[in-house]
């Protein structure tokens, strides 16, 4: 059965897969509410898959690089993880550029990575 994690029997289903949910009849239903959701309800998100976070008036998942371009992990209201090249400078992301052209992995006050 699509999206079922565990079954007692070849019809019946107990959990479900992220993305997914268990609806009245025992049979796993994809969360269609939002993209980049991973735990939902019949009817709201209620978690996000890792790139995203949920926005909690309208229980819809939002993609981090809306926060700033380059993160890649965030909450609500800050990055918490950047892509290779940047590093994360207060809420977002900065180029690691500023210490040297090819530098590829840095942190606030060195280039660990050329």
């Known amino acids: 059965m699509d999206g079922c994690l ?17 609806n009245s009849t025992n049979k ?3 969360c269609s509410t939002t993209a980049g959701c991973s735990i939902c309800n019949s009817t709201t998100c209620v978690d ?16 981090c690089s ?10 609500s209201t800050h990055c918490l993880q950047c892509d290779t090249g940047t ?3 207060g809420a977002g992301c900065t ?4 210490f040297s052209a090819p530098c590829l ?8 990575q050329c």
């Open 48 to 63: 996000c898959l890792v790139g995203y976070f949920l926005n909690t008036t309208t229980n819809q998942c939002r993609l």
């Open 95 to 98: 180029s690691c550029t500023t």
């Open 6 to 22: 565990a079954c007692s029997s070849s019809t019946i289903c107990v959990s479900c897969d992220a993305g997914y949910f268990l």
């Open 66 to 75: 809306v926060i700033d371009g380059n993160c890649t992990v965030c909450n």
């Open 105 to 112: 992995v840095c942190n606030t006050t060195i280039c660990q």
């Open 28 to 30: 796993c239903q994809v």
């Open 87 to 89: 590093y994360l400078s």
